[in-house]
């Protein structure tokens, strides 16, 4: 079993639906959630940070964090085909060098 | 101002070959990465670069991957002996210094082994 798990998609959406984005983890050492985002054939860029539980908004964008559960989360708000993308999560305890990934879940807004 | 580069941008092997993969961080970033991103993987860590420590390299798959950083600056992932199973995308990322800092990606290396 991976320790973040993330549904792939493809998720297809109209232009201005909400979008919710979803990932499980199962290392209850992370404490610090991380949102990305990946248009074809680039490099991923931060899209949302957050440090424990909670909620964040910026814009049309808010992440939730549910550390009870294992579970986080990122709402789209009126989603535009710009934000065709594919959305990776990533997670970090605090102490070694690296992210932990999910696989990525792929979105389509379409007109 | 200038962000992460790689290149090449797209590489062609055959079975076998060595090849080497460049990338050249954001000036000022003491951190490197360097992630490959295979298809329904997401992003496996391969090795990290902090300043002049000793890199981190628990993330190389095998004998065959090895990377250097110049200088604090630059640096270059050597496969040896590419298999079809490294074919991937390579991605380099830096930051000003810690894992929870940002991470600034360049646009990967498209690498195929024929």
């Known amino acids: 079993q991976k320790e973040v798990e993330q549904d792939p998609g493809p998720l297809s959406v109209p232009e201005g639906a909400i979008v919710s984005l979803n990932c499980t983890y199962s290392?209850?050492?992370?404490?610090?959630f991380m949102w990305y985002r990946q248009y074809s054939r680039k490099g991923p860029e931060l899209l949302m940070y957050?440090?424990?539980?909670g909620n964040k908004e910026d814009g049309r964008f808010t992440a939730q964090v549910d550390k009870s559960s294992k579970y986080i989360s990122l709402f789209i708000r009126d989603s535009q085909p710009s934000d065709s993308a594919t959305y990776l999560c990533?997670?970090?305890?605090?102490?070694?060098?690296?992210?932990?990934f999910g696989t990525g879940t792929q979105l389509k807004v379409e007109l | 101002g200038a962000g992460v580069s790689q290149s090449p941008s797209n590489k062609v092997t055959e079975k076998g070959k060595d090849v080497e993969l460049r990338c050249d961080p954001i000036?000022?970033?003491?951190?490197l990465y360097w992630y490959r991103q295979s298809l329904g993987q997401g992003l496996e860590f391969l090795i990290y670069?902090?300043?002049?420590?000793?890199?981190?390299k628990s993330g190389l798959p095998s004998d065959r991957f090895s990377a250097e950083r110049t200088g604090g600056s630059v640096s270059t992932l050597t496969i040896q002996r590419t298999q079809q199973e490294d074919s991937a995308v390579y991605l380099c990322?830096?930051?000003?210094?810690?894992?929870?800092?940002?991470?600034?990606f360049g646009p990967g290396t498209r690498l195929t082994v024929l």
């Open positions: 670069f902090q300043g002049n420590s000793a890199p981190d």
């Open positions: 990322a830096s930051s000003l210094g810690h894992a929870q800092d940002t991470q600034y």
């Open positions: 000036s000022g970033h003491t951190a």
């Open positions: 990533a997670m970090y305890t605090g102490g070694g060098n690296k992210l932990t």
């Open positions: 957050t440090y424990s539980s």
């Open positions: 290392n209850s050492a992370f404490q610090y």
